[in-house]
């Protein structure tokens, strides 16, 4: 098998998980339309690759009020887009006993960079995306993290901007399968990987986790695997965690279907 989807629209491609995916995929010979806040990087991007395979589309994803008209440009110029990547990510450190010590402006910024901006974006492309499907595969790509499901209390907004994330996933494929829409929603679930998100550890921020590479590798291989919940490493003991995404997804759906149900007789 090989990646199904010709032109993807990488967000957050100027540096870590994204930009790693983003030259893995170029490199491949996948078209990448790289988005992010440091033209420089994107610039760049696009001189290593090529304006061929690589474009880019600066953006900062935080301004809300400009996601739909960033949507249009970018569909305009590249109506061949058929998978949007949700990548974009930051990361604190917080100790919530002690109020007094929080910055609420950088928590509530965490919350929309890795919830609120991800689900607005979905908002804006989904019916581009959906017109695409019916004609070849198309799909949403979100980038979560295991921290989704076991919070780390040392990053609260992290965890839970990632579990309102990993919700909203969940409830997104649901609802576009019930409706046969045929727009892939796919996850992954990345271990704690080398990269500037650690960077508020200091010096060896990032040395922790796995090779930025080495997952590249194995979240590209789950992807063409054509997995929609792709788990790469993870909590211990692991057969634990995974029964917990198992069974949280199953009885999600079942919930699902039983209030569809609900609803179908309230309507005879």
Do not use: W
């Not at 061929?52 to 953006?59: R, V």
């Not at 960033?70 to 305009?76: G, L, S, Y």
């Not at 689900?119 to 017109?131: D, G, M, S, W």
């Amino acid at each position: 098998m090989s990646f199904p989807y010709k032109h993807v629209l990488m967000i957050g491609a100027t540096s870590g998980i994204g930009k790693g995916i983003a030259d893995h995929l170029a490199t491949s010979g996948v078209k990448v339309t790289a988005v992010g806040r440091r033209k420089d990087r994107l610039d760049a991007f696009v001189s290593e690759h090529g304006s061929d395979i690589a474009t880019a589309a600066p953006f900062d994803i935080g301004d809300l009020n400009k996601i739909p008209s960033f949507t249009a440009e970018v569909m305009k110029k590249s109506p061949d887009i058929d998978c949007l990547f949700l990548n974009a990510g930051v990361q604190g450190h917080y100790d919530v006993s002690s109020p007094e010590t929080i910055d609420l402006e950088k928590f509530n910024n965490e919350m929309t960079i890795n919830y609120t901006s991800l689900v607005a974006l979905t908002f804006a492309f989904l019916p581009f995306l959906k017109e695409k499907s019916v004609s070849g595969p198309a799909s949403v790509i979100f980038t979560g993290t295991h921290l989704a499901i076991i919070p780390a209390s040392v990053l609260p907004a992290y965890s839970a901007s990632k579990a309102a994330l990993n919700t909203f996933t969940l409830c997104l494929r649901e609802q576009l399968t019930a409706s046969n829409s045929a727009v892939k929603v796919i996850e992954i679930y990345p271990p704690p990987v080398q990269t500037e998100l650690h960077d508020y550890r200091g010096s060896d921020g990032r040395k922790m986790g796995m090779p930025l590479k080495a997952f590249t590798e194995e979240a590209h291989a789950g992807l063409v695997s054509g997995s929609d919940q792709i788990i790469i490493g993870g909590p211990e003991p692991r057969s634990m965690y995974l029964e917990i995404v198992e069974n949280r997804r199953k009885m999600m759906e079942g919930l699902a279907a039983m209030i569809r149900s609900m609803d179908a007789a309230d309507k005879k």
